[in-house]
């Protein structure tokens, strides 16, 4: 039987250990766009932030962090881990963040892309910039559907972790469908010592570039730059990700 991916309290326990993230990367984007409104003086809000592996570094930093998450499993996991004494935590939606005037708002590991439904994409934005004070900025990634990552997620590309408690695990991802820009998939994951394997099944949804910038528009932001990846690559077609900066107008 399908598992919800973040409400099983045994897959929000080792999160943290099959979604590692590249330092170079990803944290390192959303530190210094923190750190461009002032160090450790930054508001920044984290929707999706999951077990707050982001979200706890910021606040590490000296940050004001909110971090905001429909999963109260994973939310747990994130007040027990370190910092997360530092962070006010939301068990909910982008409906439950208010007005608390935030210089940032992130939405990180691609976050952006659990919203399938445009009504709820466009509701997440209008959240997000009513969230923001005037000025304030989004950063946020997203696959370029063009570079089909999809096409990858199969069952002979398995990841072997070792988390601290579970002990060995094995997982990988199998695609069920694609669809009018949406990829509809399972997590597996293998509990070696144990023998258990759970199923998670999601969906995602691919936005086009020009779907994102006009969706941003739409909620009140405007495009401040686009990357390609990590690294400042250009956007193109087989770029890997549009990696998005709006501010609000």
């Not at 309290?9 to 002032?38: C, K, M, S, W």
């Not at 971090?67 to 109260?72: E, H, K, L, M, T």
């Not at 900025?137 to 972790?161: C, I, K, Y």
């Not at 998670?200 to 969706?215: G, I, K, V």
Request: aromatic share 8%; with cysteine.
């Amino acid at each position: 039987m399908p598992i919800a991916e973040f409400d099983d309290p045994r897959l929000a326990a080792i999160y943290d250990t099959v979604n590692t993230h590249d330092p170079d990367e990803q944290p390192r984007f959303v530190r210094q766009l923190a750190d461009e409104h002032g160090a450790g003086a930054a508001t920044i809000v984290d929707l999706g932030c999951g077990t707050g592996l982001i979200t706890r570094a910021l606040a590490a930093l000296g940050h004001r962090v909110i971090g905001v998450d429909p999963s109260r499993e994973m939310i747990g996991v994130a007040r027990a881990r370190p910092f997360g004494d530092r962070v006010q935590w939301i068990v909910g939606g982008a409906d439950q963040i208010g007005t608390p005037g935030a210089d940032l708002a992130i939405m990180t590991s691609h976050v952006a892309q659990f919203f399938v439904a445009d009504d709820e994409w466009e509701g997440a934005l209008v959240a997000l910039h009513a969230a923001l004070r005037a000025g304030g900025r989004l950063g946020f990634e997203s696959r370029n559907p063009g570079a089909r990552a999809w096409e990858s997620w199969t069952t002979d590309h398995v990841t072997s972790v070792v988390d601290p408690v579970a002990g060995p695990i094995d997982w990988w991802t199998e695609v069920h469908d694609v669809r009018d820009g949406i990829v509809r998939y399972a997590n597996h994951y293998r509990f070696m010592t144990l023998g258990d394997v759970l199923v998670s099944e999601a969906r995602l949804r691919f936005r086009t570039l020009d779907e994102l910038t006009r969706s941003l528009t739409e909620a009140g932001f405007t495009i401040e730059r686009i990357d390609g990846d990590w690294h400042g690559r250009p956007v193109d077609a087989t770029a890997s990700e549009h990696i998005m900066v709006a501010r609000r107008a």
